[in-house]
């Protein structure tokens, strides 16, 4: 029998729940009416966007009209830090130093436009420093973004803090909530934040598909223009399958925090006592982090080694964040943690799921210790 391929990179994409796969069939169906039309298919179309709509909101607790759909978490950190920059004389913005690619490139880009960009530092445990936060931030200070969770090690961030202390400058904050959405509870009311990106294909929705969640009040100018979509801030003929599928991974994942929280996070818990044991460091493991995400390194092995035999031996996990493309070389996220060029080398993430068992995690540290004292005796050898 071929050995069950086991998927431990949640933090990457998710599997579609087959609800979900259900629910967006009919769209490419006979339901595949544009929802700008008029016509009864059209109708049928835009109510299943609207009902989307309303499921996506109710998850994050806004209202629906506050939600602007995007292609993804990319599109709309892009559409947030350009949006708001663009409609504003040039000042400061503030970044953590921990932030994904399409935070920080569309705002260090900025600096071009006459803005000044600063990075707010992290411990060597990977959560924001809100000291220093205080002692940089100035009335120049227009825009703030810090995501509520990082896509590497896993660690939450203080965003409510920062929401705290930008709103001595009346400062804007927008959190990359694209990582914490379905692992814990998230609610734009509770941050306080004024923007929060998010995207359905990390809570089991389909790919290409996101959302920028907008405080009531907000102006933003738009990255796209055309035919006044989304109120014309994002224009461009709806993607209904794909929206219908947000929603629909949206109703289900209410009780995902929950869940993670009992069945996942021991999994985390026992996977963890193993590395220890095998003399792993395990970044951020005494901070809160999504209960989903553990991110380590092994002395003395390079982490794409590991994760190019961890699959042969039929275990996909990751070496860093591999939606930042095909980018080599050391982790941002451990430079910022001024982790150790060796360490951080032999970094792994390892993002477990909601049907992940405690028989999977045995089986792949068992996989793991094997590969790891392998590669060690050649070494050794060489
Ligand atoms: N923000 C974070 C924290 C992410 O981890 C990712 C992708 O992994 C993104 C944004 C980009 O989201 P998308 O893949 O939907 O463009």
Not at 148 to 158: D, I, K, M, R, S
């Amino acid at each position: 029998m071929k050995p069950k391929y086991v998927y431990f990179d949640h933090n990457s994409t998710t599997p579609i729940d087959p609800r979900v796969l259900e629910e967006m069939f009919r769209f490419f169906g006979t339901e595949y009416g544009n929802a700008s039309s008029r016509h009864t298919l059209g109708t049928h179309a835009l109510r299943a966007v609207e009902t989307a709509r309303g499921q996506v909101a109710e998850l994050v607790g806004v209202e629906s009209k506050q939600v602007v759909f995007t292609s993804g978490g990319t599109e709309s950190n892009n559409l947030v830090i350009k949006g708001i920059s663009s409609g504003s004389s040039p000042g400061k913005i503030l970044i953590s130093g921990i932030e994904h690619p399409c935070i920080v490139k569309p705002a260090e880009n900025l600096k071009y436009q006459g803005w000044m960009v600063e990075k707010i530092p992290v411990s060597s445990s990977g959560v924001v420093k809100t000291k220093t936060l205080k002692q940089i931030i100035d009335s120049e200070c227009k825009i703030i973004s810090v995501m509520l969770a990082n896509n590497e090690t896993g660690v939450c961030q203080p965003v409510s803090e920062v929401v705290d202390i930008a709103k001595e400058y009346d400062a804007f904050v927008h959190t990359d909530a694209v990582q914490a959405l379905g692992k814990i509870p998230v609610s734009f009311k509770e941050l306080g934040v004024q923007a929060l990106s998010i995207s359905a294909h990390k809570l089991n929705g389909p790919k290409g598909v996101g959302a920028l969640i907008l405080d009531k009040r907000l102006s933003i100018n738009p990255l796209i223009e055309g035919g006044g979509h989304e109120d014309g801030l994002r224009s461009g003929t709806l993607n209904v399958p794909a929206i219908v599928g947000f929603g629909k991974a949206c109703e289900i994942a209410h009780q995902n925090p929950t869940k993670i929280k009992k069945n996942v996070a021991p999994l985390i818990q026992a996977l963890d006592k193993k590395l220890k044991r095998m003399g792993a460091t395990i970044f951020g493991c005494n901070e809160t982090r999504i209960p989903n995400t553990s991110y380590f390194s092994l002395p003395g092995v390079a982490g794409e080694t590991l994760v190019i035999e961890l699959d042969k031996a039929g275990f996909a996990v990751s070496s860093g964040a591999a939606c930042s493309g095909n980018k080599a070389g050391p982790s941002e996220v451990l430079e910022a943690m001024q982790v150790n060029t060796d360490i951080a080398a032999g970094a792994v993430r390892v993002s477990l799921g909601i049907s992940n068992t405690l028989e999977e995690v045995m089986g792949f540290c068992d996989g793991l210790e094997q590969i790891f004292n392998r590669l060690r005796t050649m070494s050794a050898i060489a």
